[in-house]
Nanobody, 118 residues
């Protein structure tokens, strides 16, 4: 069973930066579509960024130009570099993997809290 573990969350002031990591188990990481989602307080989980097996990326409009998703296949890790952060970026950030060995909806990590203060 594929397992994902997020790390790097914390408290940051508006305008600051933070880097999240998601380390993935299994033997097919390079074939996975990797995504970051977030759940703001009292709201539902929404897609933030996606990186496919070829390195192509997609971003939600609210983070485009501020966040960068990347992957290091040798380390089986996906990153989310966040800059110019806003209070609206506050929430629990989740990593998701889809591909060989996963269901169509993918495998989820446990989440990491990100809080942006004004």
């Amino acid at each position: 069973q594929v397992q994902l573990v997020e790390s790097g969350g914390g408290l940051v002031q508006a305008g600051g930066s933070l880097r999240l990591s998601c380390t993935t188990s299994g033997n097919f990481f390079s074939m996975y579509i990797m995504s970051w989602y977030r759940r703001p307080p009292g709201k539902e989980r929404d897609l933030v960024a996606v990186i496919n097996a070829a390195g192509g990326t997609t971003y939600d409009g609210s983070v485009k130009g501020r966040f960068t998703i990347s992957r290091a296949n040798a380390e089986k890790t996906v990153y989310l570099e966040m800059s110019s952060m806003e209070p609206e970026d506050t929430g629990v950030y989740y990593c998701n993997a889809r591909g060989p060995g996963t269901s169509p909806s993918g495998i989820w990590g446990q989440g990491t809290q990100v809080t942006v203060s004004s």
